[in-house]
């Protein structure tokens, strides 16, 4: 069984993830990893703690895991790998009508 910091941390994940860090609360990610109040304080004394926490796994996880993996597959040059890095993130970020950032001519 995972030990205590690691229910928080795996569950807080999903919900952040899921919800965005400012909808989720503690009392929910307490419930949802099963640990008790008192634990929770103990390996994260705040929530900014927990957050901190958060975009360093993520950033691991999505930045140097998924981004670096897959512009190492599409670019055979570093030029070409940073390249890749917009293709990725057109296809991953929701497109809000920002795509003419620079206006013409």
Request: no cysteine.
């Amino acid at each position: 069984m995972k030990d205590a910091r690691q229910r928080i941390r795996d569950a807080s994940y999903d919900l952040f993830v899921q919800r965005g860090v400012r909808a989720v609360g503690i009392n929910e990610i307490i419930h949802a990893a099963g640990v008790a109040k008192a634990s929770f304080y103990s390996h994260f004394p705040s929530k900014n703690d927990l957050v901190r926490a958060f975009l360093d796994r993520r950033r691991g996880l999505f930045t140097i895991g998924y981004l670096g993996a897959k512009s190492q597959k599409r670019g055979d040059s570093a030029q070409g790998q940073l390249l890749a890095i917009f293709d990725i993130f057109r296809r991953v970020v929701p497109d809000r009508g920002l795509r003419r950032v620079v206006p013409p001519g």
